[in-house]
């Protein structure tokens, strides 16, 4: 696997792995290295408690999701106006695999589409759970 250097200095390597993953590799001192590997977050903060497990339990797709929604023009570093909720929950609901868990961080086996059925009836439960921040 391919890897792109991100960062580095006396504690840490930071790498982006050709799978979209994020490795970092932490020394210190004499003890063998460590190594953690993530999905870095691409979602505003309002959508850290929807989608914050989604990326633990099934980064790959998360990152995929992440880039098909980046391809749409959204969630774009230093762009603001490609951050809001109007434009971005829909992208979300119409792009999410049917088959993403987006819950098992909580104990929720169940599939979007077993939760929803649809992605209107999930883009209907988006604007009413995140109502208060799409005015």
């Known amino acids: 696997m391919e890897k792109t250097l991100i960062y580095k200095d006396k504690n840490q390597t930071k790498f982006l792995l050709s799978n979209g993953l ?35 339990f099934s980064p790959i797709s998360y990152i995929r ?4 929604i980046k391809s749409l023009g959204l969630c774009i570093e230093g762009n603001e106006n490609s951050w809001h909720l109007k434009k971005l929950l829909p992208a979300i609901a119409e792009n999410i695999p049917m088959n993403a868990k987006p819950f098992q961080d909580v104990g929720d086996k169940r599939t979007v589409k077993q939760i929803y059925q649809t992605r209107e009836n999930m883009l209907d439960s988006f604007k009413y759970s995140y109502r208060e921040y799409l005015n």
């Open 65 to 68: 999701l992440g880039n098909k």
């Open 22 to 56: 994020t490795q970092v590799i932490y020394q210190k001192g004499f003890t063998p290295p460590t190594s953690v590997t993530y999905a870095a977050f691409w979602h505003p903060w309002e959508l850290r408690h929807y989608l914050r497990g989604y990326a633990a």
